[in-house]
C-alpha cells in the first residue's frame, strides 16, 4: 500500500528536459551509444573514450556503461535477493489537452515509487532509427526530504552514498524526456514514476534489478491527492505523437 502524502500546496507545472547523463546523474545513469555513426572496424585510427575492440574488429565494446547494485543483504528480512529480469509493455499514455500548440499534451503525476536496495534498469527493445522519434518516454525523478515520522515505517539500507530513508521532495522532482535510444538506470533508493510511454507507439522494456519477494523491501511507493494540488508534466510536441484528449 502507499503511503498517503500530502500534495503540493498549489499545482506545480513541470517542463521537461531531454535526458542526458550530465543532468541526470544525481539519480542514475543514461546508457546509449555515444557515437552512433561511428561503424566498428578492424582498423579504426582512434577509439572513442571507454571503448575497446572486440569480436575480431567487428565491435565495439563501451566499458561499465551503467552498474547494477544489490544492498538487500542489509534488508530487514534478511531474504537474499536474485537477479530478475523482466519485460514491461508499455502503451502511449492518453495526455491532457493543452491550449499551448507547442505543447503535445500534459500528464498528471500522482504517485512515485522507489526500490531501496536495487538499481533498476529499463532497455527499450526493438526501435530502429527510423522508429526512435516516435518512441520516447518520460523519465520522471525527485530527491528525497530528510527523514520524518512519516516514513520510519520504510526500511532502506544504511549505505553511503544513497538517498536513504525520506519522502519525495515534490518541489524539486524533475522530468526528462528519453528517446528510444536510450535506456536508463534508476539509482537504489530514487524515488521515479512509473513507466510512462508517450508518442504514437507501444515500448518494450526489458527490466532488471534484484528482487527477494519481501514487498516493502523490493518496491515503496508514495502518493498524494492530485484534486488538492498537483504535479503536471508538460510533454514537448513531437511528430507523430499519440493524439491529446480531454479526461
Known amino acids: 500500500m502507499p503511503i498517503v502524502i500530502a500534495p503540493p500546496r498549489g499545482p506545480i507545472i513541470l517542463d521537461t528536459e531531454e535526458l542526458r547523463n550530465e543532468l541526470f546523474s544525481s539519480f542514475g545513469t543514461v546508457i546509449e551509444n555515444p557515437l552512433p555513426s561511428l561503424v566498428p572496424a578492424a582498423h579504426l585510427d582512434m577509439l572513442p573514450p571507454n571503448a575497446v575492440q572486440a569480436n575480431q574488429g567487428s565491435a565495439l565494446k563501451y566499458l561499465d556503461v551503467s552498474h547494477m547494485k544489490d544492498f538487500y543483504p542489509a ?50 527493445l ?69 513507466m510512462v510511454v508517450i508518442g504514437s507507439k507501444p515500448i518494450d522494456f526489458v527490466v532488471v534489478q534484484f528482487a527477494n519477494g519481501v514487498d516493502i523491501e523490493d518496491c515503496q511507493e508514495a502518493k498524494w491527492n492530485g484534486e488538492i494540488g498537483g504535479v503536471v508534466v508538460t510533454v514537448p510536441r513531437a511528430e507523430g505523437d499519440h493524439l491529446a484528449c480531454k479526461l
Not at 528480512?77 to 500534459?106: E, H, W, Y
Not at 520524518?148 to 526528462?176: H, M, N, W, Y
Open 75 to 124: 534488508a530487514p528480512s534478511a531474504v537474499l535477493a536474485k537477479a530478475v529480469i523482466n519485460m514491461f509493455v508499455c502503451a502511449p499514455r492518453r495526455l491532457l489537452t493543452s491550449q499551448d500548440r507547442n505543447i503535445g499534451g500534459l500528464l498528471p503525476i500522482d504517485i512515485l515509487e522507489r526500490h531501496p536496495y536495487t538499481t533498476q534498469t529499463f532497455i527499450p
Open 126 to 194: 526493438g526501435i530502429s532509427p527510423s522508429d526512435a522519434r516516435g518512441a520516447r518516454y518520460l523519465v520522471i525523478v525527485a530527491p528525497s526530504l530528510p527523514p520524518s515520522s512519516e516514513d520510519s515505517s520504510l526500511p532502506v539500507p544504511d549505505a553511503s552514498g544513497l538517498p536513504g530513508r525520506g519522502l519525495p521532495d515534490l518541489t524539486r522532482i524533475k522530468a526528462f524526456v528519453a528517446k528510444g535510444s536510450q535506456a536508463v538506470t534508476y539509482g537504489a533508493g530514487t524515488w521515479h514514476a512509473p
